[in-house]
């Protein structure tokens, strides 16, 4: 595929998993709009930068089609100005500011966008969903099957994980609105950079400590990847997908943590190893989506 002329927003760039997906898609030759509404310390050579508050319709709408000296005046609703939407900012956790303006923020600013992008014309739509949605803490609440998978109604227990439901539910309804277009959701487990690392052998000395979400995570480049593939697949309608690294965070095996931890909660298939409990065969199979790095490395 021809990407070099091919232009991405994304937002929340400057986050911790969006600094990673600007980087990817630079270097995979895309033109990167990043935003968000604090400004990045540093940004790949070619990358432009908009610093936007999301949460004000009027300038989701802008970041899509026209900024003076960013990119060129569109009429409005002509695109292709904008290729696709990689929509990461959020507040990404629960308890980090009140319930109330967690969900306010990230509703708004989900809707704003995709409203935005079909104003724009932009048919490519992906959007960081999270692991949270299978229903953690799995610790308070076991799954109904490991590895846990999409196949579940979604199970949110927090105000932060509510947006992420209704991020995925207006997402399912943009796409009957505009059904040739894709809306994608990424349902990331707990995203790590390389230095996170340090402090995963720590972890095999108490397997409660990371059962809430049966001992996953995902490699924020790897979760750049993702997001890359969802671009490039050629997927209409919506579909969400659980994205996590191929293996767990602990050193013993995935099959024994989980009957130890979980001993009512039955097992699908072969679980072998340290693999993910954590089910990554959707995106496998859908987005030829395999994870190239690993904490053991
Ligand atoms: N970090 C994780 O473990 C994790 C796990 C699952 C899903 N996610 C999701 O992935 C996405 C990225 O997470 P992250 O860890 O990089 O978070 P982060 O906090 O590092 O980055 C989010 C960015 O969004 C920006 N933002 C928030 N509200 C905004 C607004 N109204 N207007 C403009 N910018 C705004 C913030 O300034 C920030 O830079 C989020 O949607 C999060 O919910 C994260």
Not at 20 to 28: D, F, G, S, T, Y
Not at 76 to 90: E, F, K, Q, R
Not at 93 to 122: K, M
Not at 242 to 267: K, Q, Y
Request: charged fraction near 20%; glycine fraction near 8%.
């Amino acid at each position: 595929m021809d990407t070099a002329a091919q232009r991405v927003v994304v937002t929340g760039s400057s986050g911790k998993l969006g600094r990673a997906v600007v980087a990817h898609l630079a270097e995979h030759g895309y033109a990167v709009t990043a935003v968000d509404r604090v400004r990045p310390a540093a940004l790949p050579e070619g990358t432009q930068f908009l610093q936007a508050d999301l949460t004000d319709y009027g300038q989701a709408v802008q970041v899509l089609t026209h900024v003076d000296e960013h990119y060129g005046a569109l009429p409005v609703g002509s695109g292709p100005g904008v290729d696709a939407l990689v929509h990461l900012a959020a507040i990404p956790a629960p308890g980090l500011i009140p319930d109330a303006a967690t969900f306010a923020n990230n509703t708004a600013i989900t809707y704003n966008l995709f409203s935005a992008a079909r104003i724009a014309g932009v048919r490519r739509v992906v959007f960081a969903s999270s692991e949270t949605l299978l229903g953690l803490s799995f610790a308070d609440t076991p799954p109904p099957y490991l590895p846990a998978d999409e196949e579940y109604a979604v199970r949110p227990q927090t105000s932060y994980s509510l947006s992420k439901a209704v991020d995925e539910e207006i997402a399912r309804h943009f796409a009957r609105w505009c059904p040739e277009a894709g809306f994608l959701g990424l349902r990331f487990s707990n995203v790590m950079e390389p230095d996170d690392y340090v402090s995963f052998p720590a972890f095999d000395a108490d397997p409660s400590k990371r059962s809430w979400n049966a001992w996953g995570y995902i490699d924020a480049r790897d979760g750049a990847l993702a997001c890359r593939l969802a671009v490039e697949s050629g997927i209409t309608g919506t579909e969400n997908f659980v994205i996590a690294a191929a293996d767990s965070v602990m050193s013993r095996g995935s099959a024994e943590l989980a009957a130890e931890a979980f001993p009512d909660v039955p097992l699908r298939g072969d679980v072998e190893g340290t693999q993910t409990l954590l089910s990554i065969e959707k995106a496998r199979r859908l987005l030829g989506f395999e994870p190239q790095h690993s904490w053991r490395d």
